[in-house]
């Protein structure tokens, strides 16, 4: 089986719709000569974002990083904010990086998101919010945590970085929670190369968004609130236009390739694919397998013999922002109260999807899983 495939197949390989219609936008770019500052190919992006969403304001960032820390300051967060730790480090960095410190409650062992109980547990006189993140396009438990945030008089709000494009309860993620954040990175199976958006209804704090995004001015010479850079260029805003044309074709490959995975891991003991509410609409841009005891290698030895065949597996999102730095350091006992992250991280794998595989490529990639 060695020289299994000759090119390496990536977990986050970009999704790319129709490349001449995005030479042709680029074309426009130079022709109007204005490239970033909210040009007219971002107006129209964000036209498109929110009737997508169903969301009264999309305002397009330069990516979700930035976005998260962005929020944070607009809603005024401060003291201490739960999070999961089962998430990727922009999470809890885009809060440490503004002097607040995320808190990590433990996630739910079927859904991996964050478990309103372990939440409310977490809570002291210096929590002022919430940020619940979708991970793996699963929708959190949305009406458990808006509980216990309206309990305890929290904001919540929510990482939405895998969740462009699915619904809770039949309404688009995007318009839950103060506000949700999307990333558009070019690993993301709707990319605008680099890239973000922060969705919401509330009026006042899209106003406020938009100043803090460039810099806080709200005129030529004025500037009310301390902001940042945080603005999409003309580029980016072309590539999602182009790319929004073939959103559909996206999830329509990446549920045939999770139906092939599903069908091929089916009848080997001690693994799982995770599973989704077939009732909503979902993205399926990761493709998660939990290795269980049942299975003969563990997820370690597995993802060596993936990697062996060129087929670069990823363990995301192991071990979890608590055992990274700085937090490793700053809050060396918070494994205490994880244990459900810390069993579950050390178990998944992420494998290829997307548009640059096939069920053939994906037939292949199951050999490895048979030994
Ligand atoms: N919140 C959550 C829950 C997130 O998952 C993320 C990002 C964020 C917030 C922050 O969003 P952004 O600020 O990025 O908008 C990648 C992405 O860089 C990151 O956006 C993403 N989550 C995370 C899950 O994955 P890395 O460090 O794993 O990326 P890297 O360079 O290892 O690339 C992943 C795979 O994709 C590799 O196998 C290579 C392949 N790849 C990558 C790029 C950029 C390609 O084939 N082509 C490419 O152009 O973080």
Redesign the pocket.
Known sequence: MDGFFDRVL?????NIGNKEKFLRLVDGIFERNWLTNRGPLVEQFEVRLGDYLGVKHCITMC???VA?GLVAKALDLRGEVIIPSL??I??AHALQMQGIKPVFADIDRNTYNLDPAAVERMITPKTTGIIG?HLYSRPCDIEGLRAVADNYGLKLMF?A??AFGCSYKGQMIGSFGECEVF??????FFNTF?G?AIATNNDDLAEKIRLMQNFGFNGLDSVIYIGTNGKMSEISAAMGLVNFDSLDDFVSINKRNYEAYKAGLADIRGLSLIEFDESERCNLQYVVVEVDDGYPLGRDQLVEQLRSKNV?A?K?FWPGCHRMEPYRTLQPNASDVLPVTEDVSARLVVLPTGTTIDETVIHRVLEVFYG
């Open positions: 990536h977990v986050g390989s970009p990516n979700a990083t998260l998430t990727f922009a999470t993140v990482d970085a895998h990333s558009f990175h070019a690993t993301k680099e973000g670069l990823r995301y």
